[in-house]
């Protein structure tokens, strides 16, 4: 398991907010932050959260590499997946084998995501969207989880159980799809997220974890 310095794609990269939208840049970079023109991008996603068949933004990459640049440029050196053993950068999504092979860009995919699909959610150490390292992952998505489910008009009351957290890549300007490989299936986050009644994630195998920063 790798150290969760690495979990960059289960850190909000940036809050949906005021009315509902895909995700935070959707207005400028058109319909859904889709990949653009000969590009391709790696996101993850809550699945189900709001009607059992919609995803919900996280985050993505190669979005999430601008905005670590523009806050510390230190930090692209610990906290992304590695390309022949060096932090991925942004062209690296706009290189291809064969241009806008979908097939390609899901395989690029799996081996990014697949470095950080087992770090957990109770990490307090820095990761985009949170480099100041001043609460938990886990925390971070339930609040981001709890203001879709608001926006969607849902009971908070309870909180939230199990929410499956999952990769999907877009390749030039097409639809997300889920991530995957033929032996293991789809790409998932191996925690699942929990939140309580508060909106304060907790371990759903009820485990000992860290609550706080």
Request: glycine share 8%; charged share 25%.
């Amino acid at each position: 398991m790798l150290s969760a310095k690495h979990l960059v794609v289960v850190a909000v990269i940036g809050l949906v907010s005021g009315q509902e939208r895909f995700c935070p840049r959707e207005r400028r970079d058109g319909f859904e932050c889709r990949a653009k023109k000969d590009q391709f991008k790696c996101g993850i996603f809550f699945e189900g959260l709001v009607d059992g068949a919609d995803i919900k933004w996280i985050g993505a990459l190669p979005d999430a590499i601008a905005k670590t640049r523009r806050k510390d440029p230190e930090l692209i050196k610990t906290i992304f997946p590695k390309v022949n053993k060096k932090p991925v950068e942004e062209d690296y999504f706009n290189t291809w084998s064969n241009t806008c092979d979908a097939s390609e860009a899901n395989s690029k995919c799996y081996l990014l995501m697949d470095q950080i699909a087992d770090d957990r959610l109770d990490s307090c150490k820095k990761t985009v969207g949170n480099l100041d390292g001043d609460d938990t992952i886990g925390n971070q998505l339930c609040g981001q989880a709890r203001r879709f489910l608001d926006q969607a008009g849902k009971n908070l009351s309870n909180g939230l159980k199990n929410q499956k957290l999952s990769f999907y890549s877009s390749t030039c300007t097409g639809a997300w799809n889920p991530v995957s490989s033929s032996s293991r299936g789809n790409l998932v986050v191996s925690q699942r997220l929990c939140c309580d009644s508060t909106w304060r994630y907790y371990q759903c195998d009820g485990g000992d974890f860290t609550k706080s920063c």
